[in-house]
């Protein structure tokens, strides 16, 4: 089967609909016909590379119109885009592409000097694409993008000669909770299936691009929605996409640190209809903003505010609905690796407990034995999925049979997310493993942090956790056993793992122990440690 492929939903509705807006960023908006012809410019300009079918491109980018023009000359052109990290350092940046075995690279010229050191050591990259910021001169081993994307017409339908299909990758590198960061190698198809099922899309299971051009006729232009996370993480790239493929417009916010003043100016100005956030690191500060000026904001076109990978307190959700009834607040229970494993729904006066959601309908809790957790047993199982899941992670079959497993049968994506089934058969959220930090929307495996933190001179040994925080979610603390004799500079400590690691991974502080207290294998107890230094922070 053919497949839906996103490059020719976008093309049937540029086509459909030339003269409706398509992306917003700041003061630039760019047409469904600009959108068309720029991504066409860029897709030509990978062809010429010599690239061959489903290599791959990165994209080193921060939220703007360009990531999304990119995002749709690769997929048009038949190859896979690999998302990048833009906190990751010269180390990261180096094994992310390397094992991606990216093609071409699509970077904001702020990176220009963290490229440098590195290009000489990635021969497999043919291109470098650079999208003007304001930063600098474009380097001469760089091509301007917007020497590409101008080149390009509407209605070109740039492609490759090996064509395109639903069996077309996006790959999703996530960090997980076990290492190096892994690719989820996700097909277009079952993207857009899940996306489709879950937004309430019209469209049939089956490739029909005739239906797509009469609903656009008949509807008209879409949504209008702001993903205020990063288009780097799944929230905001999916979210883009389920705008995207209903004829809408993608709002990026200009600022590279999220604001939430801008955000409400925002919703306001261009009568945004949905947003798409990450738990209360983004949802405090939006009430705090709602709450310091009442009424100053119209956020009345408002329907939906949407967030995944983290949880949504209860009394978040309560204070934002204070100011605006009207909406629905949906927390999505949804990885990089499984969308759909739960979902929880807050409206009027009525906002649902945190971390307690709606089991999937094609979800299910397991206990580590294979066996199904009973409803009210207070067992605690892993949360997977069936249907529409990834085809595994790149290069990684160990892995990825860890995670995509058959049972009775039918093949589960289970990517480590804890739970117990509550009586009335709803879901309350553990979270993943027993060990993973997940600071902001972005997960942090404590060995990596552990492993900076034991090179630092003072360090004997050395343990990452994470502490409640009510702006993060999770805060890194690190605990450590010092050398004999040593003395703590915890500001030191701190910029020396930043030296060697992306900065969210960095502790927020530093606590001094007198042993970490190992057991004879080697083994920490991480529970305890937590609490800890829960409590020592308190």
């Known amino acids: 089967m053919p497949g839906w492929n996103f490059a020719d939903i976008w093309e049937t509705i540029a086509d459909t609909q030339p003269d409706a807006p398509a992306l917003v960023h700041g003061d630039r908006r760019v047409t469904w016909a600009e959108f068309d012809a720029r991504a066409n410019g860029v897709a030509s300009w990978l062809l010429d590379l010599g690239v061959a079918r489903q290599d791959k491109v990165a994209h080193y980018l921060y939220n703007d119109n360009e990531f999304l023009e990119s995002m749709f000359a690769i997929f048009r052109a038949g190859l896979a885009p690999v998302n990048t990290?833009?906190?990751?350092?010269?180390?990261?940046?180096?094994?992310?592409?390397?094992?991606?075995?990216?093609?071409?690279?699509?970077?904001?010229?702020?990176?220009?000097?963290?490229?440098?050191?590195?290009?000489?050591?990635?021969?497999?990259?043919?291109?470098?694409?650079?999208?003007?910021?304001?930063?600098?001169?474009?380097?001469?081993?760089?091509?301007?993008?917007?020497?590409?994307?101008?080149?390009?017409?509407?209605?070109?339908?740039?492609?490759?000669?090996?064509?395109?299909?639903?069996?077309?990758?996006?790959?999703?590198?996530?960090?997980?909770?076990?290492?190096?960061?892994?690719?989820?190698?996700?097909?277009?198809?079952?993207?857009?299936?899940?996306?489709?099922?879950?937004?309430?899309?019209?469209?049939?299971?089956?490739?029909?691009?005739?239906?797509?051009?009469?609903?656009?006729?008949?509807?008209?232009?879409?949504?209008?929605?702001?993903?205020?996370?990063?288009?780097?993480?799944?929230?905001?790239?999916?979210?883009?996409?389920?705008?995207?493929?209903?004829?809408?417009?993608?709002?990026?916010?200009?600022?590279?640190?999220?604001?939430?003043?801008?955000?409400?100016?925002?919703?306001?100005?261009?009568?945004?209809?949905?947003?798409?956030?990450v738990g209360d690191a983004f949802a405090k500060p939006i009430l705090r903003a709602l709450d310091a000026n009442p009424g100053k904001y119209d956020i009345s076109s408002l329907m939906l505010m949407v967030s995944s990978g983290v949880m949504w307190s209860q009394e978040t959700k309560e204070g934002l609905l204070r100011h605006h009834a009207g909406m629905l607040l949906a927390d999505a229970f949804s990885s990089s690796e499984a969308l759909g494993m739960g979902n929880s729904v807050s409206g009027g006066a009525n906002a649902a407990q945190t971390a307690k959601f709606s089991l999937g309908d094609k979800a299910i809790v397991i206990t580590d034995d294979g066996r199904l957790v009973e409803p009210g047993s207070g067992e605690v199982g892993m949360v997977g999925v069936r249907g529409r899941t990834p085809l595994g992670y790149y290069k990684d079959p160990e892995k990825s049979a860890k995670t995509f497993r058959t049972i009775d049968g039918v093949r589960y994506s289970i990517p480590g997310d804890y739970a117990t089934v509550e009586a009335d058969g709803s879901l309350k959220l553990l979270g993943r493993g027993s060990v993973c930090i997940n600071t902001g929307g972005e997960?942090?495996?404590?060995?990596?942090?552990?492993?900076?933190?034991?090179?630092?001179?003072?360090?004997?040994?050395?343990?990452?956790?994470?502490?409640?925080?009510?702006?993060?979610?999770?805060?890194?603390?690190?605990?450590?056993?010092?050398?004999?004799?040593?003395?703590?500079?915890?500001?030191?400590?701190?910029?020396?793992?930043?030296?060697?690691?992306?900065?969210?991974?960095?502790?927020?502080?530093?606590?001094?122990?007198?042993?970490?207290?190992?057991?004879?294998?080697?083994?920490?107890?991480?529970k305890r440690l937590k609490a800890e230094a829960a409590a020592r922070l308190a």
């Open 85 to 277: 990290n833009y906190r990751y350092a010269e180390d990261e940046l180096l094994y992310l592409w390397d094992n991606a075995d990216a093609v071409a690279v699509v970077f904001h010229g702020t990176f220009a000097e963290r490229i440098e050191v590195l290009r000489n050591k990635l021969p497999k990259v043919k291109g470098w694409l650079w999208v003007d910021d304001g930063s600098g001169p474009c380097p001469d081993w760089a091509t301007p993008y917007e020497d590409a994307a101008g080149a390009g017409k509407a209605g070109q339908n740039v492609s490759g000669p090996w064509g395109r299909d639903g069996d077309d990758l996006y790959m999703l590198y996530t960090g997980g909770t076990t290492g190096m960061p892994k690719g989820v190698m996700w097909r277009q198809d079952d993207i857009f299936g899940s996306l489709n099922e879950s937004g309430g899309m019209p469209y049939p299971a089956e490739p029909d691009y005739d239906t797509v051009r009469r609903l656009r006729t008949e509807q008209g232009p879409g949504l209008r929605g702001v993903p205020a996370c990063p288009l780097m993480h799944g929230t905001g790239a999916f979210t883009s996409f389920n705008i995207l493929d209903g004829g809408g417009c993608v709002v990026t916010l200009a600022n590279r640190t999220f604001d939430p003043d801008e955000l409400l100016a925002t919703i306001e100005s261009e009568k945004v209809n949905a947003v798409a956030i």
């Open 443 to 526: 997960k942090v495996y404590p060995e990596e942090v552990e492993e900076a933190l034991k090179t630092h001179p003072s360090i004997r040994d050395a343990v990452a956790v994470g502490v409640p925080h009510e702006k993060w979610g999770e805060a890194i603390t690190a605990v450590v056993e010092l050398h004999d004799g040593a003395g703590l500079d915890e500001a030191d400590v701190i910029a020396h793992v930043k030296s060697r690691l992306a900065t969210y991974k960095a502790p927020k502080r530093v606590l001094p122990v007198d042993t970490i207290g190992r057991a004879p294998n080697g083994k920490v107890d991480y």
